[in-house]
């Protein structure tokens, strides 16, 4: 943990690290889909989402090393109803997400039937007394959701391979790597900046997890996914959402649940708002097949209100 006096510097530096790393991930990813004819959806829901998840899994596997399931499990369901409020809605505001009907029809169930699965694998203790069922369980289903990725970029890229000729492949990959080393160093001085702040005032390790350290590891997919908006592609924006979801839930959970109890029954309540606010997001994506400014207005008073729950509830 780094010193109080150097907490505002650092939040500072984290910020700038956010900013340009977001930039030169949205631009390395879209060219680097473009010149392998596939879509920017498919690179966005397995190599940006795996980076803009890495301070996620950072601090929830760090923590169940540890020991301290709260923050480890607190950390993923904050991360992922940040992305989803916060993140979702942020973005529409900087400019609406305009959405194809194949997220709607193929990517967003999927999600909602990950979270589905989260709940029911809560209830019934599988992260807690046979945690390691559980975390068995995920990982194989997160195997399964590799492969089907792959599966559909091999389609498109057969389909689509000979359309595009922009520029050198290796420097657009080495522009996603630049990029999401970028995002994960900014979030790393984010974070150490928020525990800080929040250690100094002394608030709960749960709380703490759930708010301020969601919300700090959720950063790299609001920056990505804010700047994608900004420059009009919103496959980036939405599926790095997605598709760090996914992560968060299958992988990170997965090999968490592997070392330790994760204690989910206690936060079955905050699970449930999760695939409350999943579902929610499907009827508002199909109308106009878009996140409208007024939309995203919505989503972040929702995310107001959670945040005015936990700390005030």
Known sequence: MIPIEFALPTFVIGVLFLYKGSDILVDGTAKTAAKLGVSALIISLVVVAFGTSAPEFAISFGAALQNYADISIGNIIGSCIANLLLVLGLSAIVRPIHVEKGIIKREMPILLGSTALFLVVSFFGLLDTHHKIGGLLFLVVFMVFICYCIRCAKKERSENREKYDLGALQKNILFIVLGIVG??????????????????LGIPKLIIALSMVAIGTSLPELVVSATAAYKNEADIAVGNVIG?????????????ALLIPLNAFVSLHHIVFLLVITAILIPILYTGYQISRKEGIVLLGLYSVYIWYLFFV
């Open 183 to 200: 995002v994960i160093l900014g979030a790393w001085f984010l974070i150490e900046s928020a525990v800080t702040i929040a250690d100094f």
């Open 244 to 256: 760090s979801n996914i992560f968060n839930i299958y992988l990170i959970l997965g090999a968490a």
